[in-house]
């Protein structure tokens, strides 16, 4: 065991941890617009992992950062305790309020801790259903579902918006999210919708 290079110890450490995964369960249910959807937030997340994680000699970390490129990016790690680590570069928006980044950040802290550690928080999977679909006039998305969380969050701020500036980087803000794979046309449609008819009110267009 003494005699395992770091990245060896690295693998092996993540390897006992995922044999022990912990079972997240989707226990919280919220409601977007016309859809109730269940989901697991960061909080339970980590409050199921980070302690297994401990166990193996594993740390996960993220900070937002500059890179010298000039790329706005959450810089995500997970790193163990022989020295060796395994992360990247998660984009962040450079547009947007505090509360709008702020989500961003939120939501790719969950995205890569997920993704670096293996965890899977329990819920539907459509086994790639949605990714298959195509639809005449529109770039297919490499998607499952609808970020409802994130869909919940950016319906709740249209209403907040108080000029047709705010609803732009509203607009912005979809577009990004769109384009990661995150919305479905459907919801990017309906929910484009939604913001028209917020400017138009902030406007007062009567239409």
Request: glycine fraction near 12%.
């Given at each position: 065991m003494?005699?395992l290079?770091?990245e060896?110890?690295?693998a092996?450490?993540?390897?006992?941890?995922?044999?022990?995964?912990?079972?997240?369960?989707?226990?919280?249910?919220?409601?977007?617009?016309?859809?109730?959807?269940?989901?697991?937030?960061?909080?339970a997340?980590?409050?199921?992992?980070?302690?297994?994680?401990?166990?193996?000699?594993?740390?996960?970390?993220?900070?937002?950062?500059?890179?010298?490129?000039?790329a706005?990016?959450?810089?995500y790690?997970?790193?163990?305790?022989a020295?060796h680590?395994?992360?990247?570069?998660?984009?962040?928006?450079?547009?947007?309020?505090?509360?709008?980044?702020g989500?961003?950040i939120t939501?790719?802290?969950?995205?890569?801790l997920?993704?670096?550690?293996?965890?899977a928080p329990g819920?539907?999977?459509?086994?790639?259903?949605?990714?298959?679909?195509?639809?005449?006039?529109?770039?297919?998305?490499?998607?499952r579902?609808?970020?409802?969380?994130?869909?919940?969050?950016?319906?709740?701020?249209?209403?907040?918006c108080?000029?047709?500036?705010?609803?732009?980087?509203?607009?912005?803000?979809?577009?990004?999210?769109?384009?990661?794979?995150?919305?479905?046309?459907?919801?990017?449609?309906?929910?484009?919708?939604?913001?028209?008819?917020?400017?138009?009110?902030?406007?007062?267009d009567?239409?």
């Open positions: 003494t005699d290079t770091p060896a110890a690295f092996e450490a993540l390897a006992a941890f995922q044999a022990e995964i912990p079972h997240v369960g989707k226990d919280l249910t919220a409601k977007a617009g016309s859809y109730d959807y269940q989901y697991a937030d960061l909080t997340i980590t409050a199921a992992g980070f302690p297994l994680l401990a166990g193996h000699g594993l740390s996960f970390t993220c900070k937002p950062t500059v890179r010298e490129d000039g706005f990016v959450l810089r790690a997970l790193k163990h305790t020295g680590e395994e992360g990247g570069d998660y984009p962040l928006p450079t547009n947007g309020n505090p509360q709008q980044i989500s961003a939501y790719g802290r969950r995205y890569c997920c993704a670096v550690t293996g965890i819920g539907e999977d459509d086994d790639g259903a949605k990714a298959s679909d195509t639809r005449a006039g529109s770039v297919q998305q490499p998607q579902e609808t970020d409802f969380m994130w869909l919940e969050d950016v319906r709740a701020r249209l209403v907040r108080g000029t047709p500036a705010e609803v732009r980087g509203l607009i912005g803000e979809a577009t990004q999210v769109y384009a990661e794979g995150r919305l479905t046309v459907d919801d990017a449609k309906q929910l484009r919708k939604e913001m028209d008819g917020r400017t138009a009110e902030l406007k007062g009567p239409s």
